[in-house]
């Protein structure tokens, strides 16, 4: 197993610096280059026209790029919700035959995830597994399956598959709407160009970022926030989520709005936040982080070089200028490295965190 990490001296290292060849990977042949459109063969001559709603089930992180993927089909016009798996047997919307339920899993093995798509599937809904193992349960039991082609995933933490089944939600999400309109969404011209140089703009962020000394600057806080708005919300989610989860250090993403709905009175000098900035309503979050760093916290801003949340904050973790259906991915890929180097600091066994699996086959 050694011998697989390379020259990184851990697999999750090496599985974020894989992100420029895995999202290549994930794109490859799903946009078709005569008309733009997204191809998709997998689901062959299929067509979504009929979906009038989409649900989206999953877990943990997955769960995190499920609520991207439903927020952004949301702002392309067609009605979608995340749901955590694990709570769908409790409180399952209901489906007809026009639903479409979108199990998200990287195994295709987690219980949760797996009795959600079960259940779905006896009431009728049309399901769909995003995966990234071929012949897994989830990908065997769904009645279409579409596969991120990350590659194999060892460290506990998920990096690498985040961000491609982002993307791939990004493009279902696009090709729903499309079908469902009978042309593509507008913004579609403009995304294609965006998604095509992501492995670039994401290999730009790894050899420029400065999250190890971001890191190391802000050790021994008592506790981490992470915010955002709109698509920066589950970015903001998944950031403390694998803080939390590598270091063991207090961490909590919140939608930047939450802030002063409660989550404020936490805030002092000792809690750093990071704002995330994808272009959806970034005033507004500027403001709720200024408010925060009016209580002391100081304020990591994680957004492009000209913008005005850099000319405030006290650190910043620069992102290339991309659509902002995809600036998000950016900004995860620096705080996937946040925790990386915080952990490393603290000496932390990176890629098996403490009573943690890598995939949780019990409900
Ligand atoms: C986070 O880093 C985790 N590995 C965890 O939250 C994971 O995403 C969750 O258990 C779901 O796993 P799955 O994608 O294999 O279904």
Redesign the pocket.
């Known amino acids: 197993e050694e011998a697989g990490k390379g020259e990184y001296d851990h697999y999750m290292k090496k599985e974020i610096h894989e992100q420029p060849t895995s999202l290549a990977q994930a794109i490859e042949g799903r946009i078709d280059p005569e008309n733009g459109r997204i191809a998709l063969a997998d689901f062959g001559p299929g067509t979504f026209a009929d979906v009038s709603s989409v649900q989206f089930v999953?877990?943990?992180?997955?769960?995190?790029a499920a609520l991207y993927g439903s927020l952004s089909l949301n702002q392309a016009g067609v009605h979608s919700t995340a749901l955590l798996?694990n709570e769908y047997s409790v409180a399952a919307p209901p489906v007809d035959d026009e639903t479409l339920v979108v199990a998200?899993?990287?195994?295709?093995?987690?219980a949760?995830?797996l009795s959600a798509l079960r259940q779905a599937r006896a009431n009728g809904a049309y399901t769909v597994t995003v995966?990234?193992v071929v012949g897994s349960t989830?990908a065997r039991e769904a009645d279409d399956a579409l596969f991120i082609r990350a590659g194999p995933e060892i460290?506990?933490?998920?990096?690498k598959?985040?961000s491609s089944?982002a993307v791939m939600l990004t493009l279902l999400g696009q090709r729903i709407a499309a079908d469902r309109r009978g042309k593509p969404p507008a913004d579609l011209e403009s995304l294609l160009p965006d998604l095509a140089a992501m492995p670039d703009e994401i290999e730009r962020v790894l050899e420029s970022s400065d999250a190890a000394s971001i890191a190391d600057r802000y050790r021994g806080s008592r506790s981490y926030f992470f915010i955002g708005r709109g698509l920066g919300y589950p970015v903001a989610l998944e950031g403390a989520?694998?803080f939390k989860?590598?270091t063991y250090e207090h961490a909590e993403g919140f939608a930047s709005g939450e802030l002063k709905h409660g989550p404020l009175a936490l805030v002092t000098s000792e809690t750093p936040v990071f704002a995330v900035f994808t272009g959806d309503e970034d005033e507004k979050t500027l403001k709720n982080a200024e408010e925060a760093q009016t209580r002391g916290a100081p304020l990591i801003a994680v957004c492009p070089d000209d913008h005005p949340a850099v000319e405030i904050a006290d650190a910043h973790l620069e992102i290339p200028d991309t659509s902002a259906a995809l600036a998000g991915l950016l900004a995860n890929v620096q705080l996937q490295l946040v925790s990386y180097h915080a952990a490393n600091f603290l000496d932390r066994p990176i890629d098996k965190p403490r009573n943690?699996?890598?995939?949780?086959t019990v409900e």
Request: with cysteine; aromatic share 6%.
């Open positions: 999953a877990c943990g992180t997955s769960y995190h798996a998200v899993t990287q195994s295709g093995e987690t949760d995830t995966t990234n989830a460290g506990v933490a998920a990096t598959t985040f089944q989520l694998k989860e590598i943690l699996a890598k995939s949780v």
